[in-house]
């Protein structure tokens, strides 16, 4: 099997991830007004520091920037190459941006155990709708539309929270909710 470091996102800077309760997480974020190269550079940085976390989205908020971009891939595998060595292989690569999303249309409810980068070792089930229809930018500024479901669905709607200042956690009952910050809280200091 190739290896497929030679992939773009596979190469990029590793930005630090913000984690709760960071004021940024709890912010509503900007639109995007200038795509350009910077904003290029971000999004393949994003999706880097995504594959390396591991995780299948990550949201700018999460690394300390108010703007209303997400990356998404919720395709690809991850293995150790084998079992000596701690080289990762990735396959079945799918990156996906999303610059200013819209949620359109929301159908049906599913139910998924939800965790976040940014909550880390907190995994909980959290209700969200089951299809969505979201349009949104790419980097070049072009309209785009997506109609999602499954899984795609669901991490679409996680991120797409963060961009609103909602962390997963508070979609989920108050008494549960209140639990976890405390945690959050405590695990900070
Ligand atoms: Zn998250």
Do not use: W
Not at 23 to 31: D, R, S, Y
Not at 62 to 75: A, C, E, M, P, Y
Not at 159 to 179: A, Q, T, W, Y
């Amino acid at each position: 099997m190739e290896a497929v470091t030679q992939n773009y996102v596979l190469e990029g800077e590793r930005l630090q991830i913000y984690t709760y309760p960071e004021p940024v997480l709890t912010k509503v974020a900007q639109e995007v007004t200038v795509f350009d190269e910077e904003l290029k550079l971000l999004c393949k940085n994003m999706l880097y520091t995504m594959y390396q976390a591991p995780g299948i989205g990550l949201a700018a908020p999460q690394i300390g920037l108010s703007k209303r971009v997400f990356v998404i891939d919720t395709d690809y595998t991850r293995e150790y190459k084998d079992e000596e060595s701690d080289e990762v292989v990735f396959d079945n690569l799918n990156p996906r941006v999303f610059i200013n999303p819209v949620i359109k249309e929301k159908v049906g409810e599913t139910t998924y155990q939800e965790g976040c980068l940014s909550l880390p070792g907190i995994f909980e089930d959290v209700k969200r709708f089951e299809e969505i229809v979201v349009s949104y930018k790419n980097t070049d500024g072009e309209d785009c539309e997506i109609s999602a479901n499954e899984l795609l669905s669901i991490c679409i709607q996680h991120e797409n929270d963060h961009l609103d200042g909602i962390v997963f956690i508070d979609r989920l009952s108050s008494l549960k909710r209140n639990f976890f910050k405390k945690k959050l809280l405590k695990a900070k200091r």
